[in-house]
């Protein structure tokens, strides 16, 4: 996820300051996610379970990860889109949905892990990551298309 975010980066990286504090929204939520997953080059001690306070940074970091693009993102790259061409418009129209779907996912995350966490629900934590970084990353390929409807748009300006 963290090569695809460089991509992003490379490709849309310097061109609008909203897009470039999202993409760094993003950068920030996925070293978490590596952190808290113990995932390279942020391996944990084996068998330990994170401390909850990590957790909840997670959480805060992935609520507003998800308002940053509902609220602020996708209005502004669809208006965009539908004032490009009818293909962008389309695809804008097409790809919101789509995403705003993995936003349940994450709100339950964050809902079972900031609300009195009990060693019990921590032990389900690995699997639950898992299952959320999936969603993440199907999210975060739905988003750069939308970007990339975006990007058009200005290249075909240019």
């Known amino acids: 996820m963290?090569?695809?975010?460089e991509?992003?980066?490379?490709?849309w990286g310097g061109s609008n300051t909203l897009i470039d504090n999202w993409l760094e929204s993003r950068r920030q939520l996925l070293i978490h996610y590596c952190q808290l997953a113990g995932l390279p080059p942020?391996?944990?001690?084996?068998?330990?379970?994170?401390?909850?306070t990590r957790v909840q940074q997670f959480c805060n970091?992935?609520?507003?990860?998800?308002?940053?693009?509902?609220?602020?993102?996708?209005?502004?790259?669809?208006?965009?889109?539908e004032q490009s061409s009818e293909h962008a418009k389309?695809?804008?129209?097409?790809?919101?949905?789509?995403?705003?779907a993995s936003t349940d996912a994450a709100l339950?995350?964050?809902?079972?892990?900031?609300?009195?966490?009990?060693?019990?629900?921590?032990?389900?934590?690995?699997?639950?990551?898992?299952?959320?970084?999936?969603k993440m990353e199907e999210r975060f390929e739905l988003e750069d298309r939308l970007l990339e409807a975006l990007f058009e748009r200005h290249?075909?300006?240019?």
């Open 108 to 134: 339950d995350f964050n809902d079972k892990y900031t609300n009195g966490v009990n060693d019990d629900i921590m032990m389900e934590l690995d699997q639950d990551l898992s299952e959320l970084g999936q």
């Open 61 to 81: 970091l992935l609520v507003d990860y998800m308002s940053e693009g509902h609220f602020e993102v996708y209005d502004q790259v669809s208006t965009a889109c």
């Open 155 to 158: 290249s075909e300006a240019s």
């Open 7 to 11: 991509r992003a980066v490379d490709a």
């Open 90 to 100: 389309a695809l804008a129209q097409s790809l919101v949905p789509k995403i705003s």
């Open 42 to 52: 942020y391996e944990g001690e084996k068998g330990h379970l994170p401390d909850e």
């Open 2 to 5: 963290l090569t695809k975010l």
